[in-house]
């Protein structure tokens, strides 16, 4: 059983910049992060593989980056010139198998990103 360990979630202006850190207490291949707004499905930001290999939502390419430290299986999330679109729960997600079934890996409690205008 794998637990995740999130931080770096709060409020920030329009045009701000957040970055999100998750460690995992054991091993992983693929590491990402869901969000969910109010009213909305959980929809995946970004991902990582443990070879460096990224995947990225349309809304979020070219602000924000994605990275990991395998030593430390910690992924991070750098989020720059936020809009209130992101606004959202961000959850941090793993798991030992691939992308394709990451959203059956383990799961992180969350943390809110508001982003005010």
């Known amino acids: 059983q794998v637990q995740l360990v999130e931080s770096g979630g709060g409020l920030v202006q329009t045009g701000g910049s957040l970055r999100l850190s998750c460690a995992a207490s054991?091993?992983?291949?693929?590491m990402g992060w869901y969000h969910q707004a109010p009213g909305k499905l959980r929809e995946l930001v970004a991902a990582i593989t443990s070879g460096g290999g990224t995947n990225y939502a349309d809304s979020v390419k070219g602000r924000f980056t994605i990275s990991r430290d395998n030593a430390k299986n910690t992924v991070y999330l750098q989020m720059n010139s936020l809009k209130p679109e992101d606004t959202a729960v961000y959850y941090c997600?793993?798991?030992?198998?691939?992308?394709?079934?990451?959203?059956?890996?383990?799961w992180g409690q969350g943390t809110q990103v508001t982003v005010s205008s």
């Open positions: 054991g091993r992983t291949n693929v």
């Open positions: 997600v793993a798991t030992i198998g691939t992308i394709a079934t990451l959203a059956r890996g383990y």
